[in-house]
């Protein structure tokens, strides 16, 4: 996921899969302003790696926020 923050603000990304439930949290902590790139290794929070499909990604910065759908291929 690339994102570009104004600011310096708290970041938060979660992943879930296509009915909704949380699979992992990817990131939780601050980040400066500028454009930044976080990557998701396809893993639960327990290690398990998840199945192929389609999965959402959501991005919380401070106050804004954005969703995309994105597809995981082992």
């Not at 990304?13 to 500028?34: C, E, K, L, Y």
């Not at 998701?40 to 192929?52: D, H, Q, S």
């Not at 106050?63 to 597809?71: E, L």
Request: charged fraction near 20%; charge should be positive.
């Amino acid at each position: 996921l690339q994102f570009t923050l104004p600011r310096t603000l708290p970041v938060i990304v979660d992943i879930f899969d296509i009915t909704g439930r949380r699979v992992v949290r990817i990131a939780d902590i601050s980040m400066d302003a500028g454009s930044h790139r976080i990557t998701w290794n396809g893993k639960t929070e327990t290690g398990i790696t998840v199945p192929a499909g389609i999965y959402i990604a959501r991005l919380t910065a401070g106050p804004y926020s954005a969703v995309r759908k994105m597809a995981f291929i082992k």
